[in-house]
């Protein structure tokens, strides 16, 4: 027995600090391009809160890639079918959003986040049942399903909405901005950097201390395996969908907000961003997700003041670097 | 003494191939069966299909007097099944300690049982809080093994436990599954290391194209190399 005692110390894990380095190595890229120090605090500031709604929106996303290797087209549709929840009750309350008491701004934000949350990770019980139950395991069906789902969801909220886009002013308390020095942050975006940040450290805490997120951390890694220790995978995959909706309900409610909008193609629009935020970050990796979101917000951002003509094209350039760097994303979990 | 598990005319189609063409075999309760053959003979899928990782296509998987033929893998190991794959399968991202946390089922792992697993495989102590994907190869069987056993099972299916392991953790290995054999735990064995199977087996089945070829001991099986030749192409000379 003494060989499998192997005295031998193990090597040190390697902590790959390198993607973590990314978003600060651009940032301070940027600076001399950029020239003015105050358009690039307000240009990083607008990158991180973008960023992290992004995060809120593909989080959901990348476990659902990861763990149970589903390719979910129809991602955008609770984005957008949360924003639309979320008006359900911020339209009707427009006078507690106008007032100028924090308490009466919240007490109408609050509901419709925990409303368009509760929608939504209802909806993706739902999808998740009736739509990819049936296609677990066949990409191609997953995409026709998922796609065919995010069209039908879209022509259900025109249809029960109208084609119009909706307003959807920011509450008064959290207009304006903080005037430091040069530099104006919004207190919107300050608030969403916020949640943005809650929702990572949550994420984080119950992958890593609880048994739930062993189980999910596990199952991203060989599905298989957790089931012949004896727990039923599907249940799980069904449990992190649903909360995977519910978290792109939530950013779908913050993205509306930062763009005083609602409209029924918003879903639409963001999908690729998130898609190629998941991609970035390597399929199933929260903190994959959570730098390649700052990088795709930061790109985009900076792209957009220096140079305007590539701000389309930005993202996808940004794609085709990080994998030609590192196939399988920043992070990679899985073997796909 | 009653037999644990019985298989009776299991077929296995994956995808459009007859894997297993008709198995029929017992485990008696507290023995070690070996079940040997060549690459592609079956045995890895034999032992997937008791663990309802693939559906059998036909015939009956009874544990303990319970069918199991159709029952899904989680319920499966939740009736008291361990299992070791081929590619041992410890979740590399995990540490030793989280590997075993998520392998207890009823709760966390009980101080006095790891202490046993630790006298069996003191490295997995030493590196408790290390990522396993640090693992040497010998560590990495030894951590797949204690999650087997991390909480008492009725049936550990344990697949090629040796396969690519230097020969000096090879006899390691066999005295701890050896050790684990007298605590009476009932073992059904996939090996190819003949060596290994003549030390720790009782009984022996042979496979071949999907189905059982021969069943008896396997002190009489060791004992004969020509029906060795025969059955494995191989003499017990060629492993020592």
Redesign the interface.
């Known amino acids: 027995?003494?060989?499998?005692?192997?005295?031998d110390s193990?090597?040190?894990?390697k902590r790959d600090i390198i993607p973590a380095l990314l978003p600060v190595a651009l940032a301070l890229l940027v600076l001399p391009l950029i020239g003015s120090a105050s358009s690039w605090a307000t240009l990083t500031v607008a990158s991180l809160a973008m960023g992290m709604m992004i995060f809120i929106m593909a989080s959901g996303l990348t476990l659902v890639f990861g763990l149970m290797d589903v390719l979910n087209f129809g991602h955008g549709a609770f984005i957008a079918v949360g924003a639309y929840v979320a008006t359900l009750v911020l339209v009707p309350l427009a006078g507690w959003m106008q007032a100028d008491s924090l308490l009466s701004n919240l007490a109408a934000v609050l509901p419709a986040i925990l409303l368009a949350m509760a929608v939504t990770g209802a909806l993706g019980l739902v999808v998740e049942r009736v739509l990819i139950l049936p296609v677990y395991g066949q990409h191609l069906k997953q995409i026709l399903m998922t796609t065919g789902g995010l069209i039908v969801a879209e022509q259900t909220l025109y249809a029960l909405w109208g084609p119009q886009i909706i307003p959807l002013p920011l509450p008064a308390s959290l207009r304006g901005s903080f005037i430091i020095g040069d530099v104006a942050i919004a207190k919107y975006r300050l608030l969403a950097m916020l949640v943005g940040l809650i929702v990572f450290v949550a994420i984080q805490l119950v992958l890593n201390r609880t048994?739930l997120g062993?189980?999910i951390?596990?199952g991203?890694?060989?599905g298989?395996?957790?089931?012949?220790?004896?727990?039923?995978?599907r249940r799980l995959f069904l449990g992190v969908f649903m909360t995977g909706s519910a978290l792109a309900g939530l950013g779908g409610v913050m993205w509306a907000l930062y763009r005083e909008q609602v409209h029924a193609s918003m879903g639409d629009d963001l999908t690729v961003l998130v898609f190629i935020v998941v991609i970035i970050g390597g399929l199933g990796s929260i903190g994959g997700c959570f730098i390649g979101a700052l990088l795709v917000a930061m790109v985009a951002n900076y792209g957009g003041f220096l140079v305007p003509k590539l701000a389309l094209v930005s993202n996808i350039l940004l794609m085709v670097a990080i994998l030609m760097w590192r196939p399988r994303g920043l992070h990679a979990?899985t073997s796909r | 003494m009653s037999d644990l598990l019985t298989l009776s005319g299991i077929h296995t189609h994956v995808g459009r191939y007859h894997i297993l063409q008709g198995v029929d075999f017992v485990v008696p309760e507290g023995q070690t069966t070996m079940l040997l053959g060549r690459n592609g003979a079956g045995k890895t899928s034999t032992l997937r299909t008791i663990m309802g990782l693939w559906q059998a296509s036909a015939g009956q998987i009874s544990l303990a007097g319970v069918r199991i033929e159709r029952t899904a893998t989680p319920d499966i190991a939740r009736l008291g099944v361990g299992y070791v794959p081929e590619t041992m399968a410890v979740f590399s991202d995990l540490t030793v300690r989280e590997n075993l946390v998520l392998a207890a089922r009823d709760g966390p792992p009980d101080d006095a049982r790891l202490d046993w697993i630790f006298g069996f495989f003191p490295a997995l102590k030493r590196f408790w809080l290390s990522r396993a994907g640090g693992l040497s190869g010998g560590q990495k069987q030894m951590l797949s093994i204690a999650r087997a056993i991390i909480e008492p099972r009725k049936l550990l299916l344990i697949d090629e436990p040796t396969k690519g392991l230097a020969p000096a953790i090879v006899g390691s290995l066999i005295e701890c599954l050896k050790e684990i054999k007298r605590g009476g735990a009932t073992i059904l064995l996939v090996e190819q290391n003949f060596h290994a199977a003549r030390e720790l087996g009782d009984s022996v089945l042979v496979m071949d194209n999907g189905t059982i070829v021969h069943r008896g001991e396997m002190a009489a099986l060791a004992a004969d190399i020509a029906l060795q030749e025969h059955l494995l192409g191989l003499s017990l000379e060629a492993h020592q």
């Open positions: 027995m003494n060989e499998l005692a192997a005295t193990l090597p040190k894990p048994k062993l189980l951390r596990a991203v890694e060989n298989e395996m957790v089931e012949a220790l004896g727990y039923h995978i979990v």
